[in-house]
């Protein structure tokens, strides 16, 4: 499985303010995902981060609020734009090994707005 | 749209134990369904299932899936206390690679 990394752990942020969040992966993988997981529920896709072009964003998430890179096969990162405490929330991302139709998890990012 | 449904939501049980918990799921393309344990942030994989019938076993864990019926079970037997956490079902579909995710089930084992 691959090893994957997630930058900040946690934070804490004041409403209108903006937090950016690192995923790096130690080798190339095709397919990275962006997930949220809001308090007491499960998770949800927020985006699938495309190398070199615009990320795919699921019903309800918006480029503006989430903006995406994907500059390389190996690290991406999801802007948490203008939050408010809605956005408190842990935000995971994930890698897809294709030849096993495995996902695997980064360790993810607590925030919680103020 | 895909669907992933969790049973039970919730339980609690004595160390010792033997627990099943449900999975049933509505996918368009189906290609695989997961099991996750979730205990702090990061789901952990447990098992990938692709054809009905095979029984896939890590320990005292096990999972088996129904394609014809859309559902699959994760037993746990001889529970232990490290065994608590929430236990995450998920389809992944084969157009959209992108997992769809039950509610969980939060599994409380009691010394």
């Known amino acids: 499985s691959a090893v994957i990394s997630q930058k900040p752990s946690r934070d804490i942020c004041q409403r209108g303010t903006s937090l950016t969040i690192q995923c790096q992966v130690d080798?190339?993988?095709?397919?990275m995902f962006w997930y949220r997981q809001q308090p007491g529920q499960s998770l949800t896709l927020i985006a699938t981060?495309?190398?070199?072009?615009?990320?795919?964003?699921e019903s309800g998430f918006v480029i503006d609020k989430f903006p995406i890179s994907r500059p390389n096969l190996t690290f991406s990162t999801l802007t948490v734009s203008n939050m408010s405490p809605e956005d408190s929330s842990i935000y995971l991302c994930?890698?897809?090994?294709?030849?096993?139709?495995?996902?695997?998890f980064g360790p993810g990012t607590r925030l919680t707005v103020l | 749209e895909d669907k992933v449904v969790q049973s039970p939501l919730s339980l609690v049980v004595h160390e010792g134990d033997t627990v099943t918990l449900n999975c049933s799921y509505e996918?368009?393309?189906?290609?695989?369904l997961l099991w996750y344990k979730q205990e702090k942030k990061a789901p952990t994989f447990l098992f990938m299932l692709?054809?009905?019938?095979i029984e896939k076993k890590s320990g005292r864990l096990s999972s088996i899936l129904d394609k014809k019926e859309l559902f699959s079970i994760l037993n746990i037997t001889a529970t232990q206390t490290g065994d608590s956490a929430v236990y995450l079902c998920?389809?992944?579909?084969?157009?959209?690679?992108?997992?769809?995710f039950g509610s969980g089930t939060r599994l409380q084992v009691q010394p």
């Open positions: 994930s890698v897809d090994h294709v030849s096993t139709d495995t996902q695997y």
């Open positions: 080798s190339q993988v095709t397919m």
């Open positions: 981060a495309n190398q070199g072009s615009e990320a795919t964003y």
């Open positions: 996918v368009t393309n189906f290609r695989s």
């Open positions: 692709t054809s009905s019938g």
């Open positions: 998920a389809v992944l579909d084969t157009g959209r690679r992108a997992l769809t």
